[in-house]
T-cell receptor, first 114, second 115 residues
Framework: GNSVTQMEGPVTLSEEAFLTINCTYTATGYPSLFWYVQYPGEGLQLLLKATKADDKGSNKGFEATYRKETTSFHLEKGSVQVSDSAVYFCALQAKGGATNKLIFGTGTLLAVQP | DAGVIQSPRHEVTEMGQEVTLRCKPISGHNSLFWYRQTMMRGLELLIYFNNNVPIDDSGMPEDRFSAKMPNASFSTLKIQPSEPRDSAVYFC?????????????FGDGTRLSIL
């Protein structure tokens, strides 16, 4: 079945450090891939998405590239800020289904220190 | 545009009481999802609806949990009787028709504490 595996946290970085959060997936066909972010006390917000192989999603300085050959969708940011501290979820959505059901990873807590 | 609206934002009640959580999806969205989030188990999909019809309730923990969607603009998740282990943050999410390949939009959640 479909599944998402992402690196366990917490990830603790200093401000302006480079961020990578790894995400790999297992799916039949070619799913759409997403990164959601959850700030403390809030719901999940869509951060970026990619719908086909080699697509690059980007938003707020974050990027992720849909790599079919490695079934990965790693999240990167060149210089993190304290305000980026949050939980990040990788997710996939199988295409052709009746609904937009998402399969989520377990989430990775990012803590950025000043 | 109004997002997904959940109420109440916080609920504290004693075990054995009935709890009702409410959700208003984004207008035009035809899929609705209920999730539960805890530190121990992470984010769990409880049930989801398509065009007001429950599609998959395999994530509902037990018979004490029930969910309804009487119309396209309203859904409830009910716990009766409630237990301390039901304490969690419950999220509702909605999405447009799947042909649009659009992501889910989440509400801010209901933080439930059962004493």
């Amino acid at each position: 079945g479909n599944s998402v595996t992402q690196m366990e946290g917490p990830v603790t970085l200093s401000e302006e450090a480079f961020l990578t959060i790894n995400c790999t997936y297992t799916a039949t066909g070619y799913p759409s891939l997403f990164w959601y972010v959850q700030y403390p006390g809030e719901g999940l917000q869509l951060l970026l998405k990619a719908t086909k192989a080699d697509d690059k999603g980007s938003n707020k300085g974050f990027e992720a590239t849909y790599r079919k050959e490695t079934t990965s969708f790693h999240l990167e940011k060149g210089s993190v800020q304290v305000s980026d501290s949050a939980v990040y979820f990788c997710a996939l959505q199988a295409k052709g289904g009746a609904t937009n059901k998402l399969i989520f990873g377990t989430g990775t807590l990012l803590a950025v220190q000043p | 545009d109004a997002g997904v609206i959940q109420s109440p934002r916080h609920e504290v009640t004693e075990m054995g009481q009935e709890v009702t959580l409410r959700c208003k999806p984004i207008s035009g969205h035809n899929s609705l999802f209920w999730y539960r989030q805890t530190m121990m188990r992470g984010l769990e999909l409880l049930i989801y609806f398509n065009n007001n019809v429950p599609i998959d309730d395999s994530g509902m923990p037990e018979d004490r949990f029930s969910a309804k969607m009487p119309n396209a603009s309203f859904s409830t998740l009910k716990i009766q009787p409630s237990e301390p282990r039901d304490s969690a943050v419950y999220f509702c999410a909605s999405s447009p028709p799947s042909t649009q390949n659009q992501p889910q939009h989440f509400g801010d959640g209901t933080r439930l504490s059962i004493l």
